[in-house]
């Protein structure tokens, strides 16, 4: 008998509780699953298990051995999916959930970018602004923006969204340049709800302190491009995202404010469930777009 059978064997009986449970998880009969253990009791010296007519709970040696063997039998399985996967073309279908304005505005091309580089992987991309839930919908992996909960997801960050606070011409003219970030007091703030607290600005000064300035005003959206359209409608100052942002400053129809004080960036995230082993398709797609953004920053 393989070695890595009786191993594989003892764990699913631990963790089951039954040889009856654990042979049904691995696919064989309940006689098989005894004769593995107790192979594998006579291969090491050791009982593993103190059986009984009602009850079969490991020794201490059982739960020593458990510890220790669990955890490479899972570096074997991540090393030989791994070599595995190195000799094959990448294949499967991939679902990804991320920001809908991100996504439209900058990822869509990287996808595309991608889809051309892997024309064997499949791409279910869905847009939204809806916080999914990554492991319930099926989805592979997710893009976030801004700081993200606690979680038993992985995140790994792919790179940092500038954030600018801009106004038209036409708003500042009628109303006024603010020279300090106190001074946005004074002024219509148009919200956008998609930031984590909209009602306050933060700003670093440029000793290195963090501030936090609480705003007004009577424009609320939970979107970004209608943040931008007001701006642009001279309604007020809007805090937006550098993707959004970057077009209309090159063109001067708005104007970049308080550059003296540093608008902290967001953090660019891809989050996926823990698994032993990462999805060749999904380890692909993560190094393609922290590729990416590293040479090429949103914004």
């Known amino acids: 008998m393989d070695r890595l059978d009786c191993d594989r064997m003892f764990v699913a009986v631990l963790e089951v509780g039954s040889f009856a ?7 064989t009969s309940s006689g098989q699953a005894s004769k593995l253990v107790s192979k594998l009791e006579q291969e090491l010296g050791v009982q593993l298990f103190k059986r009984s007519t009602r009850a079969l709970s490991p020794t201490e040696v059982g739960r020593a051995y458990y510890e220790r063997v669990k955890s490479l039998l899972e570096a074997f399985d991540t090393l030989d999916a791994t070599v595995r996967e190195s000799a094959t073309t990448p294949t499967g279908r991939l679902k990804i959930s991320a920001p809908g304005t991100f996504g439209t505005a900058v990822l869509a091309s990287v996808l595309v970018e991608f889809a ?8 279910d ?14 989805f592979d992996m997710a893009i976030r923006i801004g700081k993200l909960d606690d979680s038993s997801l992985i995140a790994r960050r792919l790179g940092d969204v500038p954030v600018r606070v801009a106004a038209s011409p036409s708003y500042l003219q009628q109303h006024g340049t603010p020279q300090h970030w106190r001074d946005l007091a004074a002024h219509q703030c148009i919200s956008d709800t998609n930031f984590r607290d909209p009602w306050h600005w933060p700003f670093v000064t440029p000793c290195g302190d963090s501030v936090n300035m609480p705003i007004r005003g009577r424009l609320c959206f939970s979107n970004t491009e209608a943040c931008m359209q007001a701006a642009l409608a001279g309604l007020g100052i809007a805090r937006l995202p550098g993707f959004i942002a970057a077009p209309a400053l090159q063109r001067g129809e708005i104007v970049s404010l308080l550059d003296a004080f ?8 891809a989050l996926y469930p823990h698994a032993r082993h990462l999805a060749q398709k999904t380890r692909l797609l993560i190094d393609f777009l922290a590729d990416h953004f590293r040479h090429h920053p949103p914004g």
């Open 116 to 123: 051309r580089t892997y024309p064997l992987i499949e791409l």
């Open 125 to 138: 991309v869905n847009f939204s602004d809806r916080a999914v839930n990554i492991v319930d919908e099926g």
């Open 262 to 269: 540093a608008t902290p960036p967001l953090g660019l995230f």
């Open 21 to 27: 449970g654990a042979a049904a998880r691995l696919g």
